[in-house]
């Protein structure tokens, strides 16, 4: 039997695994990635530490199976890129998109450009995580630095390089630089120009879903795996959890519930929201696929700010089970839950956490669920954006950490007024991620294939029509209440 192993680069932790044709995790290890913060508003990946977190995990997941593995798949996180010189030594760590210090250049490189060029171009409104903007803020503040730089390496392709000798990425991690035309799925010239770059710095785009190379015999022996194990560059961690759920027609929305939430649609066109809202981002993904949706910053990291500081020594658990006791519509109570700001322009980065009509009766339960309503419509939000560009999503399919009470999928389909399919496959981005690696080496014929004989799908939450009469009348609320705090935001 075949398998693959897949390799997740992600913000804080470094994990790999190994997937049979038939979607079972046989392994998984983990190892976290330090985060080094050399300056003020710094957070950085040791180039050379993350690649020995990768032989590790790698090696430690595939030891049992390893003459039976045949592909290995890359995942890895966006808005991450170190500076290479001559010899291709990083000059830096990854800077990632935690790292803060590039946020003045964005609003200058922003105005030089334009922000609606920019999302014309890109798909996506002008980001401070972008290279784009790194680079402007290097230029500036670092300009020897920059002379020394002979290219500039995202994860995946210094990965790639490490272990087949080739300098490439994909489109979905190359869309993150802002300097991609996400139509054309090339280095954009106008971009690389406001940038002062030029293509043979970046990394060749190959598509992710292809046999790029084979592994080089040194990374091979490193990782103690065969020496024609086919490499294929994969999708980013998100966009992985697209095909892992069986997210690849227009007619199923893919919502995932971790420390963040992102609402995501794979459609056959480059869509775009009106350049002047920005409210979606578009991703290129797979060839004719393309990610169109938006991601919320705070989901889980805010459930976990209130277990830790109101929940009493509750866990999870125990704040589900107090919050099924309230009934829909937290019984008055608003939360906006932006203790970190929103990516949404309609909500802005200077948002802020906010719970409005707290009376005596309302206890710990009816935070909890006004938290998880208030998420809800955040993403409701998202799906009108998609509804707004003519993206009709019938039913959403929820993963991660957030779905595992069955709370939450219920509040979802209850405030989205579809139903709500549970995923229950394990490790679902390593799971999607494998699906591209199996269709490769022919075990299915295309990638559509391979998601009905890997995906798990668990049970359907319908929409009740008691608790979507109460959500109307509390979305129209909650709205009023956002709209009154914008004014206090800014």
Known sequence: ????????????????????????????????????????????????????????????????????????????????????????????????????????????????????????????????????????????????????????????????????????????????????????????????????????????????????????????????????VKLVPGVYDGGAILPGT????????????????????????????????????????????????????NAGSALQWLRDNLGGQRNYSELMNEAKKIPPGSEGLICLPYLTGERDPRIGAQASGLFFGLRQQHGIGHLTRALLEGVSFTLEMLRDALEDNDIHPRQVTVAGSGSSSDLWPQILADIMEAPVQKSVTEEVSLVGEAMLGHACLGRYTDLQEACEGMVRPGPVYEPDKESMRAYRDKRNRFNKVLEGARSLYS
């Open 246 to 297: 069986g997210g690849l027609t227009e007619e199923t929305g893919v919502c995932n519930l971790g420390t963040s939430a992102m609402l995501r649609v794979c459609v056959d066109r480059p869509a775009l929201d009106d350049p002047a809202q920005a409210r979606l981002q578009a991703y290129p993904l797979l060839p004719g696929k393309w990610a169109v949706g938006g991601g919320v910053n």
């Open 1 to 228: 039997m075949s398998l693959v192993a897949v390799a997740d680069a992600g913000t804080t932790n470094l994990k790999a695994g190994v997937v049979d044709p038939e979607g079972n995790l046989i392994s998984l290890v983990r190892r976290p990635i330090p985060l080094q913060q050399p300056e003020e508003g710094a957070a950085e990946h040791d180039a050379e530490e993350l690649f020995q977190a990768f032989v590790q995990v790698v090696r430690e997941a595939t030891a049992d199976c390893s003459d039976q593995v045949k592909a290995l798949a890359l995942s890895g996180y966006q808005f991450g890129f170190a500076l290479l010189d001559e010899d291709n030594q990083p000059l830096t760590g990854f800077i990632t998109l935690m790292d803060t210090r590039s946020r003045a250049a964005a609003e200058r490189i922003a105005r030089e450009v334009g922000r609606e060029e920019i999302y014309r171009r890109t798909g996506c409104p002008p980001l401070f995580t972008s290279l784009l903007s790194k680079v402007t803020w290097i230029r500036s503040e670092k300009p020897e630095l920059l002379r020394r730089t002979r290219r500039f390496a995202d994860v995946k392709a210094y990965l790639i390089r490490k272990l087949t000798g080739r300098f490439a990425t994909e489109p979905s991690i190359a869309a993150s630089t802002q300097l991609l035309n996400f139509r054309s799925r090339e280095w954009d010239p106008t971009l690389l120009g406001a940038a002062g770059l030029k293509a043979d710095q970046l990394p060749t785009v190959a598509e992710g879903n292809k046999v790029l190379a084979e592994l080089n015999s040194s990374a091979a022996d490193k990782l103690g795996l065969q020496r024609d």
